[in-house]
């Protein structure tokens, strides 16, 4: 058989022109430039907006148990009455002034939840609607750094997004920039946050995979340069805000981590697959934002006292790092453990329903820790092995972001057979919580039909 062509005879196909070959090394150019200016504009303004934050948490963490329980509800309020107080809704039909105002959201839009403008914009970030940074900002701060139950990752992705995307849309030229410098923002926010590259970059990609954004290399390029950029902020200035639990103790043996992993991850995923669609539920409560309050905030309230009563004051501050040290130093029963892990879920959605503006990761990582510690004493097994299996099970399973999970063992690190459990607990989260999800949403839709 004769090949017609010179190619068909295996010879090198063609060079692609010059000007086609400066355009492919121009869009990459662009990429690389707006997601270092993003990475170090939005890294940067993230931690000193977190800083900020820990600086109120630990505020109310140092005063007595009134004030831990007021303070946290005074935030709540604030945030509400910002949100809605100040913030204006506007229709389908409001014209572009109405619609560029500092203050106006959509008529339909949940105005605390920052994730839903993170995921609806993800691949379109020219349509990230910047302007309402500014008043979400101060909710965050209102509810964030009053105590309230709820976490700084959320803020971390938002804010980013938000910096990054307000870089480029300063003109023309500029916005060829908005993509790449909107997503390493966000990237570059949550890994400064928690000092792992990979998670910020991970979890920018995975929460964009809500949305159905395929992981372009484009994307990946922005969203990896980000990561980096955040790490290294943390890195070179050492501030270290969050404080992950570290195995540091492997299974004495291959069954005892398979059990470990297997009891944990099931646990770990089952609760918090339920808490997270309790949030859910409670971000989309279609009621007034007084009503949410009233309830929301009572909740709160005596999901404080409980865990101030079970465990420590401390433990129904923030995201939950309180209720960690707790665990970590009194080493609980099981009991006041099981019931301090549930009260951390209700805390949380009780301040979500009340319109709290913040994350939930963090929130959830902290329920699955505690659910993973529970199995520790009776399988003679490190506490810390179990809490940070819990930990990345509540992750995988809670917030459903497995790929983000695994980032985030493999950042924290530890002895190699901690790490492959933890990494197996977070597989058998990841199944347990879908299944969870699933079992939830069918017995809602038996008991409320009409939902």
Known sequence: MRWSSARGRGAAAPAPAPSA??????????????????????????????????????????????????LPLAGLAAAVLVLHGHGTGVGADADEDELRSLRAFPHEAIRADINADVVSTAGKEETFPWRRAPIRAAAIIATVGSGAAMGTEAPAAYLGVAVGAFLGDRGQRWRRLLRPAALAGGAAGVSALTGIALVGTVFMLELGRRGRVPFDLRRVLAALLGGIIGWGIDTVFGFKLIRFVVPDMAPSGAVRGLILALLVGVASGGISAAAGLAIYNAKTWR?????????????????????????????????????????????????????????????????????????????????????????????????DLAGAAGAAGGI??????????????????????AVLTCLVALLVATYAGAAADRALRGVGKRLFPEN
């Open 287 to 383: 009621a007034s934002p007084g009503i949410r309050l009233a309830i929301g905030g009572l909740g709160a309230l005596a999901a404080a006292l409980a865990l101030a009563s079970i465990a420590a004051p401390s433990a129904a501050i923030g995201p939950g790092g309180g209720a960690i040290v707790w665990a970590e130093s009194a080493d609980p029963r099981a009991w006041p453990l099981v019931g301090a892990c549930l009260l951390r879920a209700g805390i949380t959605i009780a301040a979500v329903a009340a319109g709290g503006c913040g994350g939930v990761f963090v929130p959830l990582l902290v329920v699955g820790d505690l659910a993973g510690r529970l199995f520790a004493p009776p399988l003679g097994l490190g506490r």
């Open 396 to 417: 995988a399973g809670g917030y459903h972001l497995p790929l983000t999970a695994v980032a985030m063992v493999l950042g924290i690190g530890g002895p190699g057979r």
């Open 21 to 70: 070959a400066k355009a492919r090394l121009g869009a990459w150019g662009i990429v690389g430039a707006g997601a270092t200016l993003g990475g170090l504009a939005g890294g940067f303004f993230v931690v000193a907006t977190t800083l900020l934050l820990k600086a109120g948490i630990d505020f109310v963490s140092a005063q007595s148990l009134v004030y831990i329980l007021i």
